[in-house]
């Protein structure tokens, strides 16, 4: 009896003791709780805020965008409807919206509705307010870009031609300073390189690419990260007018940015990548040497990477294979390449487009050699990949438009073999146009089922 007694003291002190050790904690979250409730509309604007601009700084702009629908709402509630602040805040979610793939036609109605709110509010007591002129800058620059996201390239143009004139006015004004308007005009100046490089007037985006880079190189410095981006978009457009020198020294240029910061493995593996290409591109023999030292840089940075990284060493690895097919190192190409298959099965599956791309090349290289029995087991599996490809599995072809193969596409490449390649074999055609005509039986009621959907439209 007095042993049950002193077990149920026991029992008890123990529930006395936690309840007082739990107690705190409870209150502490408790008083957390009531003060997220009860806090001020503007406190809460403020700290929406900076998650957003927290989330966005480190690239996580889905977080950035539900905290920036957060911003808006609480800013009609803290200004109402028909302030500046609103508008503002409207601008803010066009451009979180704009951070994101597929989301222009979003921007654009937010764009348009700061519009509609900045034209009801420039009166008395905005129409000297600094922040009211910066907001429609912003305003135009953003529904700018929105536009031109929706290739809309006229109307793109129209509205960043109102940001550059506005901007332009404020800085005569004195409302900016010179500082400011040259970081304004960098974006402004890259917007419109972009429009006219998305109509393919590369001459026309050129200096706008260069206008654009020497103002962020004034306003950031030139090593800045900002420079990176542009540096890039002007070597594709110098790329594109045969300017390949200029091209690659500016993809060198942005490279060794890169490397002045902590990047990534895969961001400096991707970097050295854009180098190797724009030199292969040239098609110049002095370029080789280049596109030899920087194809090797990229690979040694994923040389025993895992996973996605993985994939993008073995992509990496073909293209620098391309580029020693086309220097006449067939031989190196074809071994690295027999190589990979092992890595490329881990990876990539047996019946996947990279793993039968890899054996179409072998398969060519052996026929060039003579070896038709190696070159008709090689084709043999890459057919096994067309004949996967039209029962269903792994089928990418349901976005192919009506009679636009692409080059790329596994009908070209068979095509391409059975019809250049050199000594192939009886038994050899025999597979290659079983691939064709298994092929030619998905693509043909394809095209005749986009054709009566361009007559219903």
Known sequence: MQESQETHISNHLEEIVAAVSIAPRKKLQNQLLQRALFQPPREKLHLSEEKAKSYASSHEYKKALHELVHCMALTRICYGDSHWKLAEAHVNLAK?????????????????????????????????????????????????????????????????????????????????????????????????????????????????????????????????????PILRELAAAEQALGFHDASINNLVQAHLIVLRGTPSREEAAASAHAVACAAVASGRPEHHDVAEQYFQDSMANLKDAEGMEKAKFLSIQDDYCHFLQVTGQDERATSILRESLEAKVAVFGDFSPEVAETYRLLGVADLAQGNQTGAHRKLKKRGKQAERMCLGLDCKAGSRQSGDLAPSSPYCDIYSTLHHSPLVGFQIRICLNRCLLCLEEVWKPMAEYRECQDQDK
């Not at 509205?159 to 300073?177: D, F, R, V």
Request: aromatic fraction near 8%; proline fraction near 2%; glycine fraction near 4%.
């Open 96 to 228: 979180g919206y704009l951070q994101l793939k597929g989301m222009s036609l979003q921007a654009k109605q937010h764009a348009e509705k700061a519009k509609e709110i900045l034209t009801s509010s420039i009166a008395p007591p905005y129409k000297d307010n600094t922040d009211v002129f910066k907001c429609s800058v912003e305003l135009f620059h953003t529904l700018g870009q929105a536009l031109l996201s929706l290739q809309k390239f006229k109307e793109a143009s129209k509205n960043l031609t109102k940001a550059e004139i506005l901007s332009k006015e404020m800085l005569q004004c004195g409302k900016i300073i010179k500082e400011e308007w040259m970081e304004i005009q960098a974006r402004i100046k890259l917007s419109f390189a972009q429009v006219y490089q998305g109509q393919k007037k590369s001459k026309e985006a050129l200096p706008h690419y260069q206008e654009a880079l020497e103002y962020t190189e004034i306003s950031r410095g030139e090593k800045s990260l900002e420079c990176v």
